[in-house]
């Protein structure tokens, strides 16, 4: 809370509406539960609205009931004529005046925070990422840290983090509503900007918000945010990862084996230049598979073996490898575990 | 109703008279039926989308068939049901209103609606012919552009077609209230609901041809190979926002003005008052129009234009709500001091304030950019437009056609079958949408084919659901009053509601030449004058003498035609140029249609001053 918006939320009609409006929802998926500077930001001038909307709905329904009840035609009157009026310059006035007056009062925080919600990176030193989306995923590249991801983005409490959007396919939009709002992620060269600064730890639900076909309702993705500390440590974790590295079992080795001759044509490990499937670096790590399913081995060999049932529309080609085979290429995602600081660190 | 016509003349004739009129009244009669039919299939598509959603992780119907129904369900709603609905309307009423014989092209009239039918059954010939269109209704590029099937060219075909008809209706009713006035109607003697119309009417001028550009280019980037929309070759997608937004936003209004002029009417009706603030309603409405073009890009504010672009379209939508709640208030004011009678069209009307003001409300909050971040593609933004959309235009043809059943088919619906489609409507309806506002701000996108678990949104989506049952039993309680009142109620007197325009001065329906001897106006309420001066009919403006009348003419019908048939062929020839034949066969139809129209005089006929006086109008 911020300057003058800060007395805002003093007064009382708005601090219980807030309290209402605040009941709504689940934590880490609402916009109604703000954890983040855009969000805050937002939830304020949404309550401020909601407040002035709810003065004019009283007033409006005030002289609704009035007229309702007191003019109803009573036994007797059907003959009656009421006198024709024509109207009346004065009451124009007000009703012209007043409202100005109140879009005013709205118009000045709204313009307010979309200038600063636009604002851009002007330093080296920020944490800058490239969010590129397609159908049905998210892909992650963090600018100076040469760090490639998907589906699950870090970032450290209480920073500003910037990111850049674009698009491979078609339109997109990216929206985690308890930290920030939303932008639409464009193919071609309209790139967007936005940026992310949440002021809690935890783990929050990331959503498509633009029609983009089948699977547009499952393209969800997780905001991982962690403290500044353990966000040092995942970056210098994911630097080190060596996508060479050999599995402990030997299950795993095999799938090793089999992920490289079946998958790798399009699933990047490591910080190779991205492929047209998700990066895989810390899959083992992730809150979710293909940012929907719980991470447990059936759904991995499930999601390999059919994908398109699970996610329809998606590019990943179905029957690839075998079950037993997609049972070993599981065994071998599951132990891809770079980092210390995963989802669960977060909570 | 027209079904004792039928019986006399036998349904052969009785077709062939449809087919062919250029009758502004029985036209209106064609856009109800087509219009109200496609109204029921975009009601079935929505319950099929409620059902869908009625409870986490549903599999009732797939993913792909999900984004069918969606934007079928918008496209179908918007353009072949709220438009054909209002033209429906338009078309019974505004001759009536001004005093005039038909509108200004008769047979303009019928190729407009022909264009609206055929441009209606190509796209809904999709669901069996591969797939219907899968982009949503906005049909954002490249999602359009690449979309697999040929439902999305359906969709381009379609909207061309039957977009062309309603840019001539709307020119129609342009020249129609610009020239054809009876004596002594001056522009500021209109009724509200005829001022409403000329607005819209010039919105639909300037509007329509956005979107027929729009259509253009993406029916040439998916049938011969250009690149508009394609990035890899240089293209943009965000120009296909814009000029679908630049035509979509006044459309929202050209919906919208129409039921503001019904609404007019039916509260200054059963207030028994003159409208309050005539003036500031017709200011109002023609600034209403001017803004709507202003704002287009408020539809946008998530797709990165800017601060500077985002602020300037924040404050010229908030602008809006200006001369939106002088109408609200004058409507108000109309009914303070009047006697107001409860009838089935006061009650919708009624009905619609609170609603509308809910939804113009949350109108204000997403004209607040920067929030707007937060609603964008929710389902606050489905609530909001559904509570205008439906709380508004639906309530107002509601209301429209209760008020206006007697003149176009002579009988008044039944009263208590009203109130009882109603109610179940109107609970239903906020059921339906009040809880969306609140399941959008805890994190329910819109168009998601399921929700998951353990978002908080079981129970809202659950509501909503059950109230979408609601407002279809009001849909068929409706549907039952029309048949009954068909069957059982008596013909309807001349002014069965104490009318105060001109429409109410003639026979319920009119005669087909609608005015025996044109009327002349001397005020605002043309008809209330003559009665509060104990006069029983409006004085004539001119002698009696002969009249005028159009043939009527199968031309606009097979001109329609042959666009049809070349649609097909514009959407297969891409799979095999043999395809290319039905456009030469169909555009061959149309184009010698349009010979023979011109080359062949018809010159119409005359009523002979004997027969008017004999048979008292009926000849």
Request: charged residues 15%; contains cysteine.
């Amino acid at each position: 809370m911020k300057g003058w918006m800060g007395k805002f939320r003093a007064l009382f009609l708005l601090g219980s509406l807030s309290l209402i409006l605040s009941g709504c929802g689940v934590d880490k998926v609402s916009a109604l539960k703000p954890e983040g500077y855009g969000a805050e930001l937002l939830y304020d001038l949404m309550i401020l609205s909601i407040a002035i909307m709810i003065f004019v709905f009283i007033v409006v329904m005030a002289i609704y009931t009035f007229v309702l009840i007191r003019y109803r035609q009573k036994k007797g009157q059907e003959d009656y004529i009421p006198k024709q009026t024509e109207g009346n310059k004065m009451l124009e006035i007000i009703w012209t005046v007043i409202p100005i007056i109140l879009l005013l009062v709205l118009a000045v925080p709204t313009v307010t925070a979309v200038f600063d919600l636009a604002e851009e990176s002007s330093d080296e030193a920020d944490i800058r990422i490239d969010v590129t989306s397609a159908q049905f995923w998210w892909q992650f590249d963090y600018a100076g840290e040469e760090i490639s991801t998907s589906q699950d983005l870090y970032i450290p409490k209480g920073e500003r983090v910037y990111l850049t959007m674009k698009s491979a396919d078609v339109i997109h939009s990216f929206w985690v509503p308890s930290i920030a709002g939303k932008i639409d992620t464009n193919p071609g060269d309209n790139e967007n900007t936005m940026y992310l600064e949440a002021t809690e730890e935890g783990v929050y639900w990331g959503q498509c918000t633009e029609l983009c076909g089948p699977s547009h309702s499952l393209m969800d993705f997780r905001v991982v945010v962690v403290s500044p500390e353990e966000y040092e440590q995942w970056v210098s974790d994911m630097q080190n990862a060596d996508p060479e590295a050999e599995p402990e079992t030997e299950v795993a080795q095999e799938g090793k084996e089999i992920f490289e001759n079946n998958c790798l044509s399009c699933h990047a490990i490591g910080s190779q230049p991205k492929g047209v499937g998700p990066n895989l670096t810390n899959f083992g790590d992730r809150a979710k598979v293909a940012g929907i399913l719980e991470p447990t081995k059936e759904n991995i060999v499930n999601w390999i073996l059919h994908p398109n049932e699970i996610k329809p529309g998606n590019t990943m080609p179905p029957n690839l490898v075998n079950e037993e085979e997609a049972g070993k290429v599981a065994e071998y995602l599951m132990q891809l575990k770079p980092s210390e600081v995963t989802p669960e660190s977060a909570q | 109703m027209s079904t004792a016509v039928a019986q006399k003349k036998g349904f052969g004739a009785f077709m062939w008279d449809y087919l062919t009129t250029v009758d502004h009244k029985k036209i209106a009669h064609l856009y109800l039926v087509a219009g109200g039919l496609f109204f029921l299939l975009g009601g079935l598509e929505a319950m099929i989308i409620r059902i869908q959603l009625i409870k986490p992780d549903n599999e009732f119907i797939s993913a792909g068939l999900y984004n069918e129904m969606i934007t079928m369900h918008g496209t179908t709603m918007i353009f072949l049901a709220a438009m054909p609905l209002l033209f429906a309307l338009m078309n019974a009423v505004v001759p009536l209103q001004i005093g005039a014989r038909d509108v200004a092209f008769p047979f303009l009239n019928s190729l407009g609606f022909w264009l609206f039918f055929f441009g209606g059954l190509i796209l809904n010939f999709s669901w069996f012919m591969g797939g219907a269109p899968d982009a949503g209704w906005t049909a954002y590029a490249p999602l359009s552009t690449t979309s697999p099937t040929h439902g999305v060219d359906f969709y381009v075909m379609g909207l061309q077609i039957s977009g062309a008809g309603t840019l001539i209706g709307g020119i129609n009713f342009l020249v129609t209230i610009v020239n054809m006035r009876a004596p002594g109607m001056s522009y500021m003697r209109m009724p509200l609901f005829t001022w409403t119309v000329f607005v819209t009417s010039t919105l639909i001028l300037f509007a329509f041809p956005a979107l027929t550009v729009g259509l253009f280019l993406m029916m040439f980037d998916r049938m011969f190979g250009s690149v508009f929309f394609d990035v890899a070759s240089g293209g943009n997608v965000i120009i296909w926002e814009h000029l679908f937004w630049i035509f979509g936003h006044p459309e929202v209004y050209i919906l919208i003005l129409p039921v503001f002029g019904v609404f007019s009417e039916v509260f200054s009706t059963f207030s028994k008052k003159r409208l309050f603030g005539y003036s500031a309603m017709v200011f109002a409405t023609v600034l209403i129009g001017f803004l709507g073009f202003m704002v287009w890009a408020h539809h946008m504010f998530t797709t990165g234009m800017g601060p500077v672009a985002n602020s300037i379209f924040a404050v010229t939508t908030m602008a809006i709500a200006v001369p939106t709640g002088i109408k609200i208030f004058n409507w108000l004011f109309t009914m303070w001091g009047g006697t107001i009678r409860m009838t089935t069209a006061m009650l919708w009307s009624v009905a619609f304030i609170p609603t509308f003001t809910i939804g113009g409300m949350t109108g204000v909050m997403l004209a607040a950019a920067a929030a707007d971040y937060q609603y964008h593609d929710t389902y606050f933004v489905v609530a909001h437009f559904h509570y205008v959309i439906v709380g508004g235009v639906v309530f107002g043809i509601f209301a429209a056609l209760h008020y206006w059943w007697p003149k176009m088919f002579g009988k008044v619906l039944n009263e208590k079958l009203g109130k009882w489609a109603f109610w179940p409507f109107f609970i239903g309806f906020h059921l339906t949408f009040f809880i969306q506002h609140f399941l959008g701000l805890m994190g329910m996108p819109r168009r998601y084919w399921k929700f998951l678990d353990g978002q908080g949104l079981d129970t809202g989506n659950l509501i909503s659901t059950i109230g979408a049952f609601f407002m279809a039993l009001g849909v068929i309680i409706f549907l039952w009053n029309v048949i009954y009142t068909a069957m059982k109620e008596p013909k309807a007197s001349a002014d069965p509601f104490d009318g105060r325009t001109l429409e109410w001065s003639i026979p319920s329906p009119p005669p087909f030449y609608n005015f025996k001897q044109t009327p002349l106006v001397r005020g605002l309420d043309a008809l209330w004058i003559e009665k509060s001066e104990g006069k029983k009919a409006m004085t004539p403006a001119e002698p009696l003498g002969d009249i005028h009348m159009p043939y009527g003419s199968i031309i606009p019908f097979v001109m329609s035609f042959g666009l049809f048939i070349a649609g097909f062929g514009f959407i297969y020839q891409v799979d095999n140029p043999v395809w290319l034949s039905l456009v030469f066969i169909g555009m061959g139809i149309t184009l010698g249609s349009m010979f023979v129209r011109s080359v062949k005089d018809d010159l119409g006929y005359h009523i002979h001053k004997e027969d008017l006086e004999k048979g008292d109008g009926q000849v």
